[in-house]
């Protein structure tokens, strides 16, 4: 049997939702720089979902749709509130509050497509509910209800803030939501599938997921991006920082990734919102942090930025706490994992791999009284 450490280049399963060729990134066909430049994230998610964009009419009975299942239970919202303040990332608080919308769902467990594509709306649109109103509650401020006539970008930054986003903002969400929405067989997906390839349910298999997520090797590296920043905190700090760093052997977080070789295509669009958000706030020197690092890091090591990099000081931009980065970022590719589930459902198998063994030889038994 052969191996090869992390996986890295086996290709574990056939899908249509998204591709990586050449380093070039598709959801279903259409180039990310498109959809970065054009889509709604509501035309994204429908597009992830039924493979194909969506006309006028089927939008906006779409985007109906998702904003009628937006409330989340009650009980649900009255656990987040038992959350100790202070001690628990909203990562775990998202785990737990997913998992803990399935004790309230009768369809939890029901298999069928309709009963899943109801699911997937409420995981979609909860998600959101579920983030906004964990970091209201746990400054003592009560969660805000979304508004029917606002984007989903733009509800999530009302139900976070209590009040409208200016049009950049939004905009600017749109954007870093989209761009997040799928990304072929990365970690969390991966996971996805291989839970529900037990036919285990779709709240399980979104749960999973945002566990696999959170690591600072996958998602969690946005936050960490803001964390490196704001302990550099000046652009002539930047470069022994980041060479010191380097010569330690430290991973420089938003950097290098498994699949690209020539570059993020995400990270371009990422990084002119970073200029110009930063460029609104009077705070372009996290910007400028950011350019300086990306160009050692590029020149030391030859590693290029990925998509959690220049999402640091965007999300900081807009005014967002920064442990709530990585749950944006799962608030966004809950629409590509659902993608994924059903379509592991559809054509499904057991996904059970195995291991080459490199443990100890054969033993003999030893009674516990003659143990050393
Ligand atoms: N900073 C410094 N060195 C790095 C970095 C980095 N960010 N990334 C890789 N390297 C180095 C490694 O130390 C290793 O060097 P070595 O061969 O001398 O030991 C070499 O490049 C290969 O790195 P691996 O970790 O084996 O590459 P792998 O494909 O397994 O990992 C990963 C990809 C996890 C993204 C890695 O580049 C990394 O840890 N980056 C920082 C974390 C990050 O930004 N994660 C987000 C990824 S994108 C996403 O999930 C949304």
Redesign the pocket.
């Known amino acids: 049997m052969s191996q090869t450490k992390?996986l890295?280049g086996v290709v574990a399963t056939t899908s249509s939702v998204s591709s990586i060729i050449d380093d070039v990134l598709t959801y279903r066909g259409y180039n990310i720089d498109d959809l970065a430049n054009y889509a709604s994230f509501e035309e994204v998610i429908y597009l992830l979902w039924n493979g194909k964009l969506p006309n006028e009419t089927e939008l906006s009975a779409f985007k109906k749709d998702l904003t009628a299942v937006s409330s989340v239970p009650d009980e649900v919202l009255n656990q987040l509130k038992t959350i100790p303040i202070g001690d628990v990332h909203p990562m775990a608080a998202l785990r737990t509050a997913v998992s803990n919308l399935a004790l309230f769902d009768d369809e939890a467990d029901q298999q069928d497509e309709e009963a899943n594509r109801r699911k997937a709306l409420k995981l979609q649109a909860q998600m959101a509910t579920i983030v906004t109103a964990f970091a209201r509650i746990r400054k003592g401020k009560e969660p805000v209800a979304p508004k029917e006539d606002l984007s989903f970008a733009g509800n999530f930054l009302y139900m976070l803030n209590g009040e409208e986003p200016d049009e950049t903002s939004e905009k600017a969400f749109n954007k870093a939501l989209v761009l997040h929405a799928d990304h072929e067989l990365?970690a969390s997906t991966f996971t996805a599938r291989v839970c529900v390839a037990t036919l285990s349910d779709i709240y399980s298999g979104v749960t999973s997921a945002i566990g696999a997520l959170k690591g600072?090797?996958?998602?969690g590296?946005n936050e960490q991006v803001m964390a490196m920043l704001s302990e550099i905190g000046s652009l002539e700090h930047a470069e022994s920082y980041i060479k010191d760093a380097?010569n330690r052997?430290v991973?420089?977080?938003?950097?290098?990734?498994?699949v690209y070789k020539n570059g993020d295509p995400r990270a371009k669009h990422l990084r002119e919102m970073s200029r110009q958000l930063t460029e609104i706030t009077g705070e372009s020197k996290w910007y400028d942090m950011s350019v300086k690092i990306d160009e050692i890091?590029t020149n030391e090591?030859g590693?290029l930025p990925?998509?959690?990099f220049y999402s640091a000081s965007v999300y900081h931009s807009l005014g967002i706490d920064h442990d709530i980065f990585t749950p944006i970022f799962a608030v966004s590719r809950v629409s590509g994992w659902i993608a994924h589930i059903l379509e592991q459902y559809e054509n499904n198998r057991l996904i059970r791999p195995r291991a080459e063994y490199v443990g100890a030889d054969k033993q003999d038994w030893i009674p516990i009284d003659e143990r050393p």
């Not at 991973?251 to 498994?258: E, L």
């Open positions: 992390g890295e990365n600072p090797l996958h998602g590296a380097l052997k991973k420089i977080m938003g950097f290098g990734h498994r890091v090591k590693l990925n998509v959690d």
